[in-house]
């Protein structure tokens, strides 16, 4: 198919919920709406940024305890956790254009009145409403690059989008870090976030053209509307029967369960300020080269898993996973558990945490949605990334907890090396079970196909 060929009916979702349309089907056209989709998850990962990097400045502002960064960070997740289905269900109902649009955009109003905050109270009550919109944009957009590519190429694309989003959070890193440098600069970065978030919102209700669910799914491309024709299904009791009835998706959500990588991008910067003894200013300096090598990582693994899935279709994306997640708590180790008396040698082991860290998102989405029939893989995505958001709010709450005891040292070493080590291992059942539901999906998919 190339970009101007207009996209067969079948693979659209029902009126309410998207059209699709000749650029979101197929060539060049479906990477302009990747890119669309990459500026909105890139400005919405600045929230977090901007309370990651900024948040010695504003302890220091609002006389916050270490423990306010676990709350705000475990906060956002587990309001992540009830939003994502609500907006998954919103997107049902409604033209997902207009629902990701306001989710992962125009709420950024939100964002900016958090730099507005003169107390913890406010500080957490503003950010808890910015964080619910934001909680759309990753089930919203992990479902829509499955309908616009299809497996073969979802590695690439996923790379391609948490890619950009590091480049994004890499520029954005040390320029807030430097508005520490500011009385009050911190309310700055919640308010330059927050103007990006809504421009990106504009940019999606303006330009961007929904494939429709299935869209990239050869087999429906001859299928008429009708039964045969995939529905986006609401995110019910029914749904949630079918997803953990695949082998595979109880396993995987338990790899997201135990990923405790996103510890280090929360906690990294005041590691280097509290136990390392580094300023603000200078910490924050490390996050531009980690960002890039994980632009490199979701590029490359995405690139890699396609590769070596083609080659061992049965377990090839597990292997590259599974190595991706041991090598992390292994580097991990090196990095926080031994006292490097240079900046320039943490850049060096966060970029490499940072490149490991890439090819996580570039396969384990393709696996989630080779493994889900179209119709399911928006509310897959909810519980997928729900699970995702609970984990790193227990973990860092954990973590915020073991600081305040232990230091953050030793919390490093059980909350992060040791969690991470023991997924790795627990990834192992994986390689039985991938390639037969991938053959299931596949199966099914041929069974429409002939039926239609």
Partial sequence: MTANSPPPAAVTSPPATATATAAGTGGKGRWRQLGLLS???GTDSGEQGAVSVLFPAMRSALNLPLA??????ALGKIIGVV???IWVSLAQRYPRKYVLAVSSGLWGVWTIATGFAQNYLQLV???ATA???????GPLINGILADLFDDRT???AAGVLFGTVALVT???GPLLGQLSRVDGGWRYGFFAVGALQVLAGIAILLFFEDPGVGGAEHQLAALKAGPAAPRGRAFDRASLRRLAGIRSFPLMCLQRLLSAQFVMVAFGVVFLVDVRGFSNAEASLVVLPSALSYLIGTLSGGLAADRVQRRFPGSGRIAVLQSAILGYGVVAYVATQIAWTHLGIYAALFSLLGLLQGFQPSVNRPVVMAITPPELRGAAFAVFLGIEGAAWAVITLLVGYLGDTIGLQGAFLWMVVVVLLANGVLTTPLHRTYGRDV????????RRATAG
């Fill in 125 to 127: 009550l503003l950010f």
């Fill in 439 to 446: 053959a299931a999906v596949q199966t099914e998919l041929d």
């Fill in 131 to 137: 964080a619910a919109g934001v909680a759309g944009s």
């Fill in 83 to 85: 939003f994502g289905p």
């Fill in 68 to 73: 306010a960064l676990s709350l705000l960070v």
């Fill in 170 to 172: 890499g520029l954005l």
């Fill in 39 to 41: 500026a909105a998850m």
């Fill in 154 to 156: 979802r590695g690439r």
